[in-house]
């Protein structure tokens, strides 16, 4: 079955530091994943996908399908991150887009 | 463009009621979701839709129905509303493609069941 774990609900760090948001999967073929975020009063918007291999607002992903593990990454966090973020996965077998339990982004001045 | 509208922002319901979440969008996108978002268990996927005329069940569809009888419409309805369906709930939608594209959510349903 498709599932998607987010270890941590809460992840404050300073600002300047290094932030790792984990992402975990499990899924048996071929998954796409992707990261969205919900700033506070914006409605949920992608942040990016692991197939566009990209960085968006100094935020990168990569795919390791040995540790089936996605995490998100940012060396220098601004306060702007604070947010909530949410991984997710789908499968083109699937139809379904299934998302992990969320973290929030808590950076502080 | 409005993009993804949901009705309506807010309901408070009484256990047994029925309601319809309304949800519309103008981007001819042919992929269409609901979930629900709720404390420590991230969104959650009740149906989706993948163009007019089909639908099928997501992670939790106990206790929802939907249709798509346009490419713009999705409703959602609770036939009968029990306390565990308290909640917020998202409309999202994507070009065809489905969950494979960037999905455009809506602002939200805040429902409450008494």
């Known amino acids: 079955a498709q599932r998607v774990t987010q270890p941590e609900k809460l992840l404050s760090v300073f600002k300047g530091a290094p932030v790792e948001l984990k992402c975990n999967y499990s899924?048996?073929?071929?998954?796409?994943l992707f990261w969205y975020v919900q700033y506070s009063r914006q409605r949920l918007q992608l942040l990016l996908r692991?197939?566009s291999r990209e960085s968006i607002k100094g935020f990168t992903a990569d795919l390791n399908k040995g540790e089936t593990s996605f995490h998100l990454k940012k060396p220098f966090a601004q306060e702007e991150d604070s947010a909530m973020y949410y991984c997710?996965?789908?499968?083109?077998?699937?139809?379904?887009?299934?998302f992990g339990q969320g973290t929030t982004l808590q950076v502080k001045p | 463009n409005a993009g993804v509208t949901q009705t309506p922002k807010f309901q408070v319901l009484k256990t047994g009621q029925s309601m319809t979440l309304q949800c519309a969008q103008d981007?001819?996108?042919?992929?269409m979701s609901w979930y629900r978002q709720d404390p420590g268990m991230g969104l959650r996927l009740i149906h989706y839709?993948?163009?007019?005329?089909?639908?099928d069940q997501g992670e939790v569809p106990n206790g929802y129905n939907v249709s798509r009888s346009t490419t713009e419409d999705f409703p959602l309805r609770l036939l009968s509303a029990a306390p565990s369906q308290t909640s917020v709930y998202f409309c999202?939608?994507?070009?065809?493609?489905?969950?494979?594209?960037?999905?455009?959510f809506g602002d939200g349903t805040r429902l409450s069941i008494l």
């Open positions: 692991h197939i």
């Open positions: 981007m001819n996108h042919e992929y």
């Open positions: 999202a939608s994507s070009y065809l493609g489905g969950p494979n594209q960037p999905q455009h």
């Open positions: 997710a996965l789908t499968s083109s077998n699937t139809g379904k887009l299934i």
């Open positions: 839709s993948v163009g007019a005329g089909i639908t």
């Open positions: 899924y048996s073929g071929s998954p796409e």
